[in-house]
């Protein structure tokens, strides 16, 4: 479990102090996936820095499993820090060192036997599916296999906890998604609290229980994602569901009537709101556009609808009561 409250940082800079984080909660529970996103400078690396005390807070308190971190001293916060994994942007693995050698590092360090050590590690390249590169060197390995190595060097002090700092950003999407679907399988086999740092809504989407925006230092929404998602008036369930590409701008200047950006959740989705709509107020529509995405166990459905030339108010309202979320986007 991590738990952060009311932890604030400031930096103090020659123009006046920068306030990285202001007043900032968050609870993550035992065994959930919290991804917090935010712009670029939006404190997102702070924060994670705050959570494992490589940045001291300003104020506030970090607790990790019940465990108060600010108040440790410096040999309790490095057992601390044993039970807190941390997965890199870049990697981090050193190129002089073979894969099997870069994940035992952490085990050198804690003073593990050597026997034990090459037992351990042959675990864990086994767990992110490396078992046979164990000898191949960083260069030898693609990104989504040094990224592989970084988790299981992460893991090998067996944390309870662990921290992703934009994992997946140096990678390709195929790549990304086997990453994620890893890291997912991960935190349900080993039962680990994970809090992610990310700019990409996808990750969220992928494999976060909970989502986190941060904006200016400040939280300004968090939630279950299943919850998010239920309200119409969230910025981060604004950005999850179908990607539709915009209106070919050509089609666009074409149409005399009016184009709908239509989003449907739950058990919305298999019902034929578009057929009741057509009869009930005798329209042309044309779906121009759709997709349906399952996010957090909810299905979501996104239709870009076109309707002919004319008072649409009372269609549209129609398809607000039902539920669905509409914007008039031509
Ligand atoms: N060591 C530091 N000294 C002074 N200011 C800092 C320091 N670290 C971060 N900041 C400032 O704190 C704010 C938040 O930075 P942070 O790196 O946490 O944001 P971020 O959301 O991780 O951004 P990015 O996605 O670009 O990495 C920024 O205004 C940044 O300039």
Redesign the pocket.
């Known amino acids: 479990m991590i738990r952060l409250s009311g932890v604030s940082k400031v930096?103090p800079?020659r123009s006046g102090d920068?306030v990285?984080l202001a007043d900032v909660d968050i609870e993550v529970g035992r065994g959930e996936i919290c991804g917090v996103v935010?712009q670029?400078?939006?404190?997102?690396?702070?924060?994670l820095r705050c959570v494992n005390l490589l940045e001291r807070p300003s104020s506030g308190s970090v607790e990790i499993d019940g465990v108060e971190l600010t108040t440790l001293d410096a040999a309790a916060l490095r057992d601390a820090r044993r039970g807190i994994g941390t997965v890199f942007q870049q990697f981090a693995l050193l190129s002089s060192r073979s894969a099997a050698d870069n994940v035992a590092l952490p085990l050198e360090v804690a003073g593990v036997p050597r026997a034990r050590r090459r037992e351990r590690v042959r675990e864990l390249l086994e767990l992110v599916g490396l078992e046979d590169r164990a000898d191949a060197h960083p260069a030898q390995l693609s990104g989504g296999q040094q990224q592989r190595v970084g988790i299981a060097r992460a893991l090998a002090t067996e944390p309870r906890v662990l921290l992703c700092d934009e994992a997946t950003s140096a990678l390709d999407p195929e790549t990304t998604d086997q990453i994620l679907d890893l890291l997912r399988d991960l935190n349900r086999r080993l039962d680990l609290t994970v809090l992610l740092?990310t700019?990409e809504m996808h990750v969220v989407e992928r494999i976060c229980d909970r989502g986190v925006l941060?904006k200016e230092?400040r939280v300004v929404e968090s939630g279950r994602v299943a919850d998010l998602l239920a309200q119409p008036r969230s910025v981060l369930a604004a950005g999850l569901g179908p990607k539709l590409p915009a209106p070919d701008p050509d089609v666009a200047a074409r149409i005399e009537g009016t184009l709908l950006d239509v989003r449907f959740l739950g058990d919305l989705v298999g019902e034929p709101v578009i057929a009741d709509l057509v009869r009930r107020f005798d329209l042309d529509v044309s779906v121009v556009g759709g997709g349906v995405d399952v996010i957090a166990g909810t299905r979501i459905g996104r239709l870009h609808l076109q309707l002919p030339a004319g008072d649409h108010a009372g269609a549209i309202a129609h398809l607000r009561r039902r539920g669905a979320e509409v914007e008039v986007i031509a």
């Open positions: 930096f800079g920068v990285a935010g670029s400078g939006a404190g997102k690396s702070t924060l740092i700019h941060l230092g």
